[in-house]
């Protein structure tokens, strides 16, 4: 239990998610989104503004699509940074460039607020059940002074260093996440075209060398017809692997492996699947490959 009055802005998809698993436990939230519907659905109550939020919260939460997103609901006119105060934490669980963290991170440190990037794992389904991973990065002593806080909606949180280290981490686990997803569909594209019993294909996977978190949690459904709607969209795994792009070149590092996933889910967006799950790159890549579908219309699903 905390007795800090916590804020949050942005509540769809993860956020709003998020914000009913800390309601959930007994705890008042309140809330900001330009789309209102997403408040009382999460079951928070409603702010006026960034500006109202911020001077009716002790630790403010963030959970937007982008660093371009952050930055001005940071910097507006009435944003959150005019509207902190002393003492105040504000926690960005976002996927945002470690560059704009940091800057973010520094001005609200000039007016004596603490900032944390968490960056978050587990997709919609863990965020519903209350059960994210949190990398965070900080102020170590922040981090502990809140985990009061993010244990509301995370089972596990991990200190990864200075500002910008959780968010730096975030993008290296989302991109191994998104050559993982955009591989295996182009395999199961392949099995399917190949005649292949694909339940069995999963399960050889599964125990073979092949096996990953794409194996494991997600085909399993999406060949009975179950994409597991709710998840990140292909726009922001696009987003999220051309960031993962930007940041190995600050860092001078080779990006051999960034130009697969950057295709697959580029081609998904080309193709119609923007907002739709992530997981439907699949069918972007079967649409080109003869109009695949690994679930036929019709099948039962298990």
């Not at 009055?5 to 309601?23: A, C, E, K, P, Q």
């Not at 130009?259 to 079967?286: C, Q």
């Amino acid at each position: 239990m905390t007795d800090k009055r916590i804020g949050f802005i942005g509540l769809g998809n993860m956020g709003g998610r998020m914000t009913g698993s800390i309601v959930r436990t007994g705890h008042e939230v309140i809330g900001y989104d330009a789309k209102t519907d997403n408040i009382a659905a999460a079951g928070a109550v409603a702010a006026d503004s960034v500006a109202d939020l911020a001077a009716r919260t002790d630790v403010v939460l963030l959970s937007l699509p982008d660093s371009k997103v952050v930055e001005a609901v940071v910097y507006g006119d009435t944003g959150l940074l005019a509207s902190s105060r002393s003492g105040q934490v504000v926690v960005d669980l976002s996927t945002s460039s470690p560059e704009s963290t940091r800057r973010i991170a520094e001005d609200f440190a000039a007016r004596g607020v603490s900032y944390l990037d968490a960056g978050i794992s587990g997709g919609a389904a863990l965020a519903e059940k209350g059960q994210l991973t949190l990398m965070v990065g900080g102020d170590s002593d922040v981090l502990d002074s809140v985990r009061d806080v993010l244990d509301l909606f995370s089972r596990d949180v991990f200190y990864t260093g200075e500002s910008g280290a959780g968010h730096t981490t975030k993008l290296l686990n989302n991109f191994l996440n998104a050559v993982a997803l955009s591989a295996t569909a182009e395999v199961m594209v392949a099995a399917k075209k190949a005649g292949l019993d694909l339940a069995t294909v999963l399960e050889v996977f599964n125990k073979s060398s092949g096996v990953n978190f794409a194996t494991l949690n997600r085909f399993p459904k999406i060949i009975t017809g179950d994409y597991l709607k709710g998840g990140l969209t292909n726009t922001l795994m696009l987003k999220d692997v051309t960031l993962y792009a930007d940041l190995l070149g600050r860092l001078g590092v080779a990006s051999l492996n960034s130009a697969g996933p950057m295709a697959s889910f580029g081609l998904a967006r080309a193709l119609g699947y923007a907002d739709e799950i992530s997981n439907t790159v699949v069918d972007a890549i079967g649409d080109i490959s003869g109009g695949v579908r690994l679930h036929e219309a019709g099948e039962s699903k298990s």
